[in-house]
């Protein structure tokens, strides 16, 4: 992998988390084929019945390859993760096991249901000074309609993301080639800037790209992005926003982290999502990989009230209300038009 360290510092204790670098990307990539392999089977019969079954087998079996990867390689880490494997015991759960043992040989990652279980379980840690954070299918609707999910993946220490890395397969990615594939994979070491490759690793060094979010810098002419499901954002405040700056370009939706993703990589410019109800927490997981992923390709991250998201709370934004990605360019026009919109409708 290239080595993506922190910028020159004076302190020489700095640490360049090239081990945990090698060990995400290689979990990742790994769980990335699961859900590649488990969605193919996905039939149009399967998505009429509104069958669930394949995003729950992915999703179990993504988080055992990344947990299994993490605690060999660092087993005094906490891994905070989205799944447990409670609902997988018993009787009731005996045709899931044998299909995520089976997708896990697929990947010849072997062990037996004990095993297997107990990496699933690995990932219900607590945050603590360092830790990891996963979701091991960002997008689950969009993984049962063959469109866009993510696995994601973030290091926490001391309340700050240190690395993260996605992966989105289906998500074309940009080459040096000049062609785009399906198949990306986005990773960022913080001080250390954000690169892109194709999930495919089998193809040359040569193709990684750095990352630099787009210069547009006038807002009529943004791409905004936003959720598919309207459950997860609104889409009336995001369009209140929009036409405030005159906005002429429909929004792209897309389900999971991909957003983050597309905004890091300049195809858009920023990326909103408004709180459809008080109180309302983000969890950490849905969000830690692809803060760090934007910010160190030039881009910017807050909350709706211009606020830096805090991953020092526990599994959950509690500090923050909603999240708001732009190319920081105009970012804190945003956040005010953002705020603006908000008085107007409770007036």
């Keep these: 992998t290239p080595r993506l360290r922190p910028r020159p ?5 700095v640490y360049d ?44 079996a993504s988080q055992a390859v990344v947990c299994h990867a993490l605690k060999a390689m660092f087993p005094r880490d906490p891994v905070l993760g989205e ?22 040989a697929k990947i010849d990652v072997h062990g037996n249901e004990e095993a297997v279980l107990g990496w699933i379980d690995h990932g219900c840690g607590q945050p603590a ?21 993510a696995v994601s993946l973030a290091l926490v220490e001391h309340g700050e993301v240190k690395l993260g890395v996605l992966a989105c397969p289906n998500l074309e990615a940009n080459t040096r080639l000049d062609e785009r594939r399906n198949g990306a994979l986005f990773y960022a070491v913080r001080g250390g800037g954000a690169v892109s490759d194709l999930l495919d690793a089998s193809y040359a060094e040569d193709e990684r ?3 630099e979010v787009s210069d547009r810098d006038n807002v009529k002419q943004f791409l905004f992005c936003e959720s598919v499901e309207s459950g997860h954002s609104s889409h009336d405040w995001s369009t209140r926003v929009r036409t405030t700056f005159g906005s ?47 910010e160190e390709a030039g881009g910017k991250v807050t909350d709706v009230d211009g606020k830096p998201l805090d991953f020092g709370r526990g599994g959950t934004l509690s500090g923050n209300r ?16 953002i705020r603006e919109s908000e008085q107007a409708a409770v007036n």
């Design 83 to 104: 799944e447990n494997a409670d609902a997988l015991r018993g009787p009731e759960g005996e045709a899931y096991r044998s299909r995520i043992q089976l997708e896990l």
């Design 209 to 211: 790209c750095k990352l």
């Design 129 to 149: 000074e360092r830790f990891w954070t996963l979701d091991p299918i960002d997008g689950t609707k969009g993984f049962l309609r063959r469109e866009q999910y």
């Design 322 to 337: 909603g999240v708001v990605v732009t190319n920081g360019k105009r970012h804190d026009e945003i956040v005010q038009a």
């Design 9 to 13: 510092s004076e302190d020489p204790s």
């Design 17 to 60: 988390y090239q081990r945990e670098l090698d060990a995400a990307l290689l979990a990742v990539r790994s769980a990335a084929r699961v859900c590649r392999s488990v969605q193919s089977s996905i039939t149009p019969a399967a998505i009429e019945k509104k069958d669930r079954s394949p995003v729950t087998v992915a999703d179990f």
């Design 248 to 294: 002429q370009r429909h929004p792209m939706q897309l389900d999971s982290q991909a957003k983050y993703a597309v905004v890091a990589d300049g195809t858009a410019e920023a990326y909103l999502r408004l709180p459809t109800r008080p109180g309302y927490e983000e969890r950490i997981w849905d969000h830690a990989g692809g803060v760090i992923v934007v």
